[in-house]
């Protein structure tokens, strides 16, 4: 039987942050419990014949949800052939995790929490659009600990407006001596249609610049590692065996179902992308059991470019030998020229039958990954 992962999209919030482009609503929880029946009747038509290996609940707010949609969460998925060792993990805001929820949480089956936090200074929280204080986060980061929770993230963002290299110093270090099992530590990136962008077109967003990002991006990699992390991926720090093994199929183009509007699934070799309003959602999976407005049928050319692209954020990148026999194509007739050319530079690093970026690589990694979109 097939192995897959399963990605389960809940759309709620309590509020929009400033900086968020991700396809989430505030002020629509009257329409959770329809939400959540189309939900099922998605998963039941979808998501079977195969085994799950992952599950990530994201959003949005999953705990956003009131108690009973988290219990109607798990019943949802209690009839799948889930793998022994399943990773399932669900991600949290601070201030809206509760013990009655967490609780029904690992009641579920719940092993892996993913708590965003982003910064610990209430200005700066405040500053883009967070509901909550780094107090509450404390308070639900221990009562995930006391609901025996041992597989926790949190998420830390840097290159926010007016924070300064001794902000983030201060973030890392409140967060590392937590010790949570994983740390996210991405850079802001201004999104289209987000207020951020607005702000800053009118030029009233004072942004660090590139040398205080590249200092806050390097002492990440110092201070973390300095406290037992291992980088595994550009923004992505664990302790030892505790990668998120559910975003590392998205980086090794393996396959995975999405259900919830705006999900999106890489599977058979097709890309399905749901509908992004929650009622047009909700509408379209009464009327036929799914709800897909994008279908696209991946070329060699997309998959070896996706493999790539996605591969290189890894910090091994990726292996020649699954390449080649995966497109049954050499590499070097693909991308010979650019790898050589990105090695020379040394920017781009060959060995045990593996490409990686360098350490200089890293840091201007946007620029190689998209060369290797070949059209």
Not at 329 to 344: A, C, E, F, Q, R
């Amino acid at each position: 039987m097939k192995e897959v992962s399963l990605y389960i999209h809940i759309p709620f919030c309590k509020q929009k942050c400033w900086y968020c482009d991700f396809p989430s609503f505030a002020g629509k929880e009257d329409l959770m419990d329809e939400y959540l029946k189309a939900l099922r009747k998605e998963v039941n038509n979808r998501v079977k014949d195969v085994k799950i290996k992952t599950i990530f609940v994201g959003g949005g707010t999953p705990t956003y949800l009131h108690l009973e949609g988290i219990l109607e969460l798990g019943n949802i998925i209690s009839g799948l052939n889930t793998a022994e060792d399943l990773e399932f993990t669900v991600e949290a805001n601070p201030g809206t995790l509760t013990e009655e929820k967490l609780k029904a949480l690992k009641d579920i089956g719940v092993n892996r929490i993913s708590i965003g936090l982003q910064a610990v200074q209430n200005n700066h929280l405040k500053d883009i659009g967070r509901i909550h204080t780094f107090n509450e986060f404390k308070e639900n980061f221990y009562k995930a600990r006391n609901a025996g929770f041992n597989n926790i993230n949190v998420d830390l963002m840097f290159g926010l407006p007016n924070q300064t290299i001794k902000d983030w110093e201060e973030s890392l270090k409140e967060i590392s001596s937590l010790e949570p099992e994983h740390i996210s530590a991405y850079s802001l990136i201004i999104e289209e249609g987000t207020p951020f962008k607005r702000y800053y077109e009118k030029g009233i967003l004072r942004l660090p610049t590139e040398e205080e990002e590249r200092t806050m991006y390097n002492m990440t990699l110092d201070t973390l590692g300095e406290k037992g992390y291992t980088q595994y991926e550009i923004s992505n720090f664990s302790k030892t065996n505790r990668e998120c093994k559910h975003n590392i199929v998205y980086w090794d183009l393996k396959e995975y179902i999405g259900v919830g509007s705006s999900s999106s699934s890489y599977i058979n070799g097709k890309r399905y992308r749901n509908q992004c309003s929650i009622e047009k959602y909700i509408d379209e999976v009464n009327e036929k059991s799914y709800s897909f407005e994008e279908v696209i049928e991946n070329s060699l050319e997309d998959n070896m470019e996706e493999f790539m692209f996605m591969g290189l954020r890894k910090i091994d990148g990726i292996s020649i030998d699954d390449f080649n026999k995966r497109f049954e194509n050499d590499i070097y007739s693909v991308y010979g020229k650019l790898i050589d050319k990105y090695k020379s530079q040394g920017l781009l690093i060959e060995e045990k039958g593996r490409i990686y970026l360098s350490y200089k690589g890293i840091e201007v990694s946007n620029v190689i990954m998209s060369d290797f979109i070949l059209s």
